[in-house]
T-cell receptor, first 116, second 111 residues
Framework: GAVVSQHPSRVICKSGTSVKIECRSL??????MFWYRQFPKKSLMLMAT?????????EQGVEKDKFLINHASLTLSTLTVTSAHPEDSSFYIC????????????FGPGTRLTVL | QKEVEQDPGPLSVPEGAIVSLNCTYS??????FMWYRQYSRKGPELLMY????GNKEDGRFTAQVDKSSKYISLFIRDSQPSDSATYLC???????????FGTGTKLQVIP
């Protein structure tokens, strides 16, 4: 199957700082990527859809100024958590549909963010 | 009402048992149905992917979709301790579109 990577896998930061998370499709191009967050023992909640060459589409209730998304190329999308607070601590996961198939999404390994 | 309902479990079974996991959904637009396995602190891993109604088998895993009842199932035969994980059902209305997940069922296979 397709491979999606994320970096970093884990990050700890102080409250008020910004953190950038990268999502890469390693062996295929992805014009669309999705960003999810997952709280402990909860399911994945879609945050936003990242579109190469255009603005991201955010789900209701997600602050676009706090969670900045940039789809820089056909293989890279970044999520920046700005002015992070402890309540932003979560597991962030990206996914990318494999265009070689029927568009079923493959997920990255996730990034665990802890804000102190 | 949630778009996708899934019993969170936990579900404990002895090694070798047949495991049945299922989800119901309310959105008739869903056409693609997936099952993901997620180990603790890891990203979801795609297990099965089905389009529309029917059955699909892959090794010890069988996925069933009944669109008339809005009900999907995943069966695991000869369950192994390594199958212990959280299983998430997921659906989307079309390829390349956003995915709606169930809450996940935590499965424990006891040796």
């Amino acid at each position: 199957g397709a491979v999606v990577s994320q970096h970093p896998s884990r990050v700890i930061c102080k409250s008020g700082t910004s953190v950038k998370i990268e999502c890469r499709s390693l062996d295929f191009q992805a014009t669309t990527m999705f960003w999810y967050r997952q709280f402990p023992k909860k399911s994945l909640m879609l945050m936003a859809t990242s579109n190469e060459g255009s603005k991201a589409t955010y789900e209701q209730g997600v602050e676009k100024d706090k969670f900045l998304i940039n789809h820089a190329s056909l293989t890279l999308s970044t999520l920046t958590v700005t002015s992070a607070h402890p309540e932003d601590s979560s597991f962030y996961i990206c996914s990318a549909p494999d265009i070689r198939g029927q568009g079923n999404p493959f997920f990255g390994p996730g990034t665990r963010l802890t804000v102190l | 009402q949630k778009e996708v309902e899934q019993d969170p479990g936990p579900l404990s079974v002895p090694e070798g048992a047949i495991v049945s996991l299922n989800c119901t959904y309310s959105n008739s637009a869903f056409q693609y149905f997936m099952w993901y396995r997620q180990y603790s602190r890891k990203g979801p891993e795609l297990l099965m992917y089905t389009y529309s109604s029917g059955n699909k088998e892959d090794g010890r895993f069988t996925a069933q979709v009944d669109k008339s009842s809005k009900y999907i199932s995943l069966f695991i035969r000869d369950s192994q301790p390594s199958d212990s994980a959280t299983y998430l059902c997921a659906m989307m209305a079309g390829g390349y579109q956003k995915v709606t997940f169930g809450t996940g069922t935590k499965l424990q296979v006891i040796p």
